[in-house]
């Protein structure tokens, strides 16, 4: 058993943190009669599970309905946090290499193409998303989109920057957003999103544009590809919706 000193030292949490945790039930210790806290073994096994789901990006909220929903099993919880670290690994070493690839193009040791330099960038930016996904469509249509995206995550990424890509160049080229060529890179955009995320109907389309422009990190993910991009996307989905319903 350790008191809640010692859980806060071995665990590189703050005393008040766990003073916090307990207040709002996310993981209560046992009170002696003075209100002393301690913690067991499993206890602090329930902290680490919590900890990792914070630096996933979880609320505390949606962290203490994942903990109901496995109250009495951790390991499920822990497959989770492993499958989503590595594909964060994943994404980070992509990260890099597309860093290190651009110092070279910048000493001139190297050329790259304008497609190499977003390699690693997507629409969702994964795990930095992951969360709000969530969220926003479901734990079961964040799962389906997992499992068709395993093993080609490349192909996914590349797919996605294409699309957003090729908006931002008929952006400059001043094309309107009902311009046929913007249509057709919508209804790339929609496929993509059918084939490796969930089936997407036009209503929730629709309403993903939208969040590229309502949502901050979104928008500012999008605008990474050219300035103004997410609006544009935004504006072209709509059209694309509204022409795709008559």
């Known amino acids: 058993m350790y008191r809640i000193k010692e859980a806060a030292q071995l665990s590189g949490v703050s005393v008040k943190t766990l003073y916090h945790y307990d207040k709002i039930g996310l993981l209560v210790p046992l009170k002696s009669e003075n209100g002393y806290r301690t913690y067991s073994q499993q206890d602090l096994e329930i902290l680490q599970v919590i900890l990792f789901y914070k630096y996933l990006g979880f609320s505390l909220e949606k962290i203490a309905e994942l903990l109901k929903e496995n109250q009495a099993d951790l390991l499920p919880h822990l497959m989770t946090q492993l499958d989503s670290l590595k594909r964060e690994r994943e994404h980070l070493d992509t990260l890099i290499s597309t860093l290190q690839k651009t110092i070279e193009n910048q000493k001139g040791e190297r050329k790259m193409t304008i497609e190499e330099k977003f390699v690693g960038f997507s629409y969702q930016d994964h795990q930095k998303y992951y969360q709000r996904a969530v969220e926003e469509y479901g734990q ?27 908006l931002v160049q008929n952006l400059k080229n001043g094309l309107d957003v009902w311009a046929w060529e913007n249509q057709e890179e919508a209804g790339r955009l929609l496929q993509a999103i059918r084939t490796y995320g969930f089936d997407c109907s036009l209503d929730v389309f629709e309403q993903i544009g939208k969040g590229y422009v309502h949502n901050p990190e979104f928008k500012e993910n999008i605008d990474k590809f050219g300035q103004g991009a997410a609006q544009y996307t935004s504006d072209v989905i709509a059209y694309y919706v509204q022409n795709q319903k008559k």
């Open 140 to 166: 079961e249509v964040v799962d389906q989109a997992i499992e068709r995206q395993s093993g080609q995550e490349e192909t996914v990424v590349a797919a996605f920057n294409q699309v957003f890509q090729a």
